[in-house]
């Protein structure tokens, strides 16, 4: 059984993969986690968190 991870998406990217690794991760739309991500940006801490996640978060090697 293979263990599931969390990675930034290599197909699914507009700015470095992470809402779309999200999304991958969790088996939603990736637009849900998008427009969820631009809600917690603008929401003050969530711009950081997003800048962490990017240099933090391994892109998916296939």
Not at 32 to 58: D, E, H, K, T
């Amino acid at each position: 059984m293979s263990k599931k991870r969390l990675y930034k998406s290599r197909q699914d990217k507009i700015i470095c993969g992470v809402c779309g690794g999200l999304a991958e991760y969790f088996d939603v739309d990736p637009t849900l986690v998008r427009i969820a991500a631009a809600l917690v940006c603008c929401s003050g801490y969530g711009f950081f968190v997003y800048i962490v996640a990017a240099i933090v978060m391994p892109e998916k090697v296939e």
